[in-house]
């Protein structure tokens, strides 16, 4: 079959083709510019921008997750003898024990905290700080609905923080407000870190450095013997301590003789 001879151009050139098909289906609709792999490029792009942001996430709410509290391995019934080795926690429950040392610690009040004031109630200690990015707030929480769901005025909750530079007692108030803390019921104390660690480490059984403690609470009768521990953060184990606060508040009150052994060393 013969070829029809090429169109030439006034130059003699052939006419340069368009890059882009401006009609040609044989519905004679005109085709849109070929776009190559533009499209499934930007695609699989935003996908790996969104594996990553959810990765950054999971990472993020694993820190969270952690916070500033330590890993808790066993449990101990007494603190370790003439180490600084911080102590393992407390039991869950415990027979009564020696009497928790006295100490001294400054109220967000401002005013001087003796841990003597507590002789006669059944109390809750616990060690936190008020810029703890998140487990500290939830522990509180934990202990604010603990003081709701047992209104007895017998029972009171001591929150020893272990980021005294920062705690001050000003600064103690503003964040005892976000819980609506009662003062008669609820002391928020502050004081040097070396005693803040002998009162945590000694008498609570709370391991403690700066920004870094146990999430835990323990409870003490009235006569200041520690009777056990349980975790803040886990509902479930709140809920045990809830009960054992209530099975020590219907202790009957018990005689203590004023030369009884103590647990940790007085401080303050």
Not at 68 to 82: K, M
Not at 178 to 194: H, I, V, Y
Not at 247 to 262: G, H, M
């Amino acid at each position: 079959m013969s070829r029809e001879p090429a169109l030439l151009t006034s130059a003699g050139r052939m006419p340069e083709r368009s890059q882009h098909r401006v009609s040609g289906g044989q519905d004679g609709r005109s085709e849109r510019p070929a776009t190559g792999h533009g499209q499934p490029r930007t695609v699989a792009s935003a996908v790996t921008l969104l594996h990553m942001l959810f990765m950054l996430f999971m990472l993020f709410m694993l820190l969270i997750s952690l916070g500033c509290g330590r890993r808790e391995q066993t449990v101990a019934t007494t603190p370790p003898a003439g180490r600084d080795e911080a102590p393992l926690p407390a039991a869950e429950r415990m027979e009564p024990g020696a009497v928790a040392a006295p100490f001294t610690l400054t109220e967000r009040s401002g005013k001087p905290f003796d841990s003597a004031s507590l002789r006669g109630k059944v109390w809750l200690a616990s060690v936190f700080f008020a810029n703890c990015p998140g487990p500290c707030f939830r522990e509180n929480q934990a202990l604010a609905d603990i003081l709701k769901n047992i209104p007895d005025p017998d029972f009171t909750v001591v929150s020893v923080t272990c980021d005294p530079d920062n705690d001050t007692p000003e600064s103690l108030r503003r964040y005892a407000d976000r819980f609506e803390a009662d003062p008669d019921r609820w002391k928020f104390l502050t004081g040097d870190m070396a005693t803040i660690k002998q009162i945590a480490n000694g008498t609570f059984l709370l391991p403690a450095e700066v920004g870094v403690h146990s999430e835990r609470g323990v409870v003490f009768d009235r006569e200041g013997r520690l009777r056990g521990s349980y975790h803040l953060l886990q509902p479930d184990r709140v809920k045990l301590l809830e009960k054992l606060i209530r099975d020590v508040l219907a202790e009957p009150a018990a005689r203590v003789p004023a030369n009884a052994p103590t647990q940790g060393t007085p401080a303050g």
